[in-house]
């Protein structure tokens, strides 16, 4: 039940929601929609992109906003046998992003450049599942199996969670022009986190004998069970004490002492711990005590536990916020050869970031077995690891002539020094190695007022098996983007674009317990996304 309650709390890593790492956004300006590669740039986006490059602009306020619509779907398709659907059963899950700003301001003196920023530097969508999760459905699936010989058939649940995530940055450079060649920058971005979700788990049934009961009362009904099989031996001991404790259970009942009901009740409870059928009718009370006596402390085990699981599959609901906030220092140094050729470089350094719960209403997952206190899934004020890692960036922009742009970039992610499993107490190594990124883009102006592009990404991503899930999977990339920018006024330049990214699908192929039972059942899940953007930007010079 844990493992159900635990996939809401994926819902909240946040992550890349188009292009940048593994939970950096990248996609900062409808520029970039048209580009896919803006490491050198020495416009308005430049803010983000290339500070040092902030001193090629003219003398002067420069301000820039832009904003993109995103759609992201998402599928994971599982083997698991015991699902509805098996053995290729599909979730489909939506991301949207209807808002997703961008806002620069630049002040240039030609020699000193200030510049502010305000970007959703990482996540910036919420997610929305309209057939629920594996992860959710698999424990109850497995308890068709798991009670199919008292009469299970089918299973049924009902479950609805809407969750968010946006990374907000602040963003401040101070850039300062050395020479003709070389600029330099040095700026902060003050990160801002906020994860939100509601949930509920509802509802959770099974059809036991063509009639659907609550899996809470099913277990509660275990627990009665096996409570009456622990009470046997007091049940008996009258009769044991009275000089009985030899007599069958048949010859107990031919003599009055135990009702044909009680005789069957016996019966069942012997037979439940396993005893074989064909041994009972020689057992004697005295023996039938002992035995049942000598399972008593497994059998109180087993009672605590089907009360707990009553418990956990009561309905459920939760509302959680998580904040927190981190600095992300930044070092940029810009380079110009012969106005021909400019060179960009940027260094982010790893962003330190906690998330604190504050919590109006949580999920329980578990009892504690020394006190008995209910265990949750976000006790409020609980801490959790959401850092960001450092980022290198490099890119150049070539002009051959007036009319020509070429523009390559690369971005390197130092994920290997990031604690990806959010918890101080674990070590779960989820990289092998650095996440990469690396595009082109070529520019043709028609004429000097109109622009356009067409441009290529690709991503390689460095995470391993441990990494991938239904929520939280990293896949290989290539996107492809295109767009126009448009010179209004010499005041005023528009930029409009739109890509489309194509991941490489992934496969994971692992043995999962199912649960109540010490069976591993083999599965493969076959993860999928697909994204589409569209971007318009408005830049002002005075």
């Not at 809401?8 to 929601?17: D, Q």
């Not at 969670?161 to 300062?176: D, E, K, L, P, T």
């Not at 509601?198 to 275990?222: D, R, Y």
């Amino acid at each position: 039940m844990k493992k159900i309650l635990s996939a809401f709390s994926a819902l909240l890593i946040t992550g890349s929601l188009l292009a940048g790492g593994l939970v950096t956004n990248t996609n900062q300006s409808a520029q970039y929609i048209r580009l896919l590669s803006r490491n050198a740039s020495t416009d308005v986006d430049a803010v983000y992109y290339n500070p040092a490059g902030l001193t090629k602009m003219a003398p002067g306020f420069h301000f820039g906003i832009n904003n993109q619509i995103i759609g992201q779907g998402r599928s994971v398709m599982t083997t698991y046998p015991y699902l509805h659907g098996a053995p290729d059963r599909e979730y489909v899950g939506t991301v949207s992003a209807p808002f997703f700003p961008s806002i620069y301001g630049v002040f240039n003196t030609g020699k000193v450049a200030l510049s502010v920023a305000f970007n959703p530097i990482g996540g910036g969508g919420g997610a929305t599942y309209d057939e629920g999760l594996a992860m959710i459905e698999m424990p109850i699936a497995d308890l068709v199996p798991l009670l199919a010989s008292q009469g299970a058939e089918d299973y049924r649940l009902e479950t609805n969670f809407i969750g968010s995530s946006v990374f907000y940055g602040i963003n401040g450079n101070i850039s300062y022009k050395i020479n003709d060649i070389i600029s330099v920058a040095v700026g902060a971005r003050y990160v801002m986190a906020r994860n939100t979700y509601e949930g509920k788990l509802e509802t959770i049934e099974l059809n036991m004998g063509g009639t659907w009961i609550p899996a809470s009362t099913v277990f509660t009904g275990v627990a009665s069970q096996l409570s009456s099989i622990v009470a046997i031996p007091t049940n008996v001991a009258p009769i044991i004490s009275g000089g009985g404790g030899g007599l069958t259970l048949a010859q107990a009942e031919g003599l009055g002492y135990l009702t044909a009901v009680q005789r069957a009740g016996i019966e069942a409870g012997l037979g439940a711990i396993g005893v074989p059928a064909a041994n009972i009718p020689a057992l004697t009370l005295t023996q039938i005590s002992g035995t049942i006596t000598a399972a008593t402390p497994t059998l109180n085990g087993q009672i605590a536990q089907a009360n707990a699981t009553s418990s956990l599959m009561q309905n459920q609901k939760a509302d959680v916020l998580q904040t927190g906030s981190g600095i992300t220092p930044i070092i940029g140094v810009n380079l110009t050869f012969a106005d021909i050729v400019n060179v960009g470089i940027k260094y982010e350094f790893k962003t330190k970031l906690r998330v604190i719960n504050e919590t109006t209403s949580d999920f329980t997952t578990g009892i504690n077995p020394e006190t008995g206190a209910p265990i949750t899934m976000f006790p409020d004020e609980a801490e959790s690891i959401n850092d960001m890692p450092a980022m290198l960036s490099i890119g150049a922009e070539i002009r051959p002539t007036e009319k020509f742009m070429f523009t390559g970039s690369f971005n390197y992610y130092f994920d290997q020094a990031i604690d990806y499993d959010g918890s101080a107490d674990k070590e779960i190594d989820m990289i092998d190695k650095n996440f990469l990124e690396y595009a082109f883009g070529v520019e043709y102006g028609f004429t000097k007022s109109i622009r356009a592009s067409v441009a290529y990404a690709g991503t390689s991503t460095g995470v391993n098996l441990d990494y991938q899930d239904e929520l939280s999977y990293s896949l290989n990339t290539n996107t492809f983007g295109g767009g126009l920018g448009f010179r209004i006024t010499p005041m005023i330049d528009l930029n409009i674009g739109g890509i489309y990214t194509i991941y490489q699908e992934g496969e994971k192929s692992y043995s999962r317990p199912m649960t109540g039972s010490g069976l591993l059942v083999p599965l493969t899940e076959t993860f999928n996304k697909n994204t589409w953007v569209v971007a318009v930007g408005v830049d002002l010079h005075f």
